[in-house]
């Protein structure tokens, strides 16, 4: 039987009064702008990894709307 591991990852759209939030990222390896994202840890929620990712990480104040 043949065994892959596998990364998950959560990208998030934010969008408001008609603008996007975009990531610019600056290392090497993909360079460019992107959308706010990362990866979610064993036994983590997709939920709970884009509220580490999005408001954590990038500083952002969710409010719930």
Same mark, same amino acid.
């Given at each position: 039987?043949?065994?892959?591991?596998?990364?998950?990852?959560?990208?998030?759209?934010?969008?408001?009064?008609?603008?996007?939030?975009?990531?610019?990222?600056? $290392?090497?390896?993909? $360079?460019?702008?992107?959308? +706010?994202?990362?990866?979610?840890? +064993?036994?983590?929620?997709?939920?709970?990894?884009?509220? $580490?990712?999005?408001?954590?990480?990038?500083?952002?104040?969710?409010?719930?709307?």
């Amino acid at each position: 039987m043949r065994t892959e591991s596998v990364e998950l990852t959560v990208l998030c759209l934010i969008h408001k009064n008609g603008r996007y939030l975009l990531q610019d990222r600056i $290392k090497n390896d993909w $360079k460019g702008y992107t959308l +706010p994202g990362g990866h979610i840890e +064993p036994g983590e929620s997709i939920v709970d990894a884009v509220i $580490k990712v999005v408001v954590k990480r990038k500083k952002i104040i969710y409010r719930g709307e």
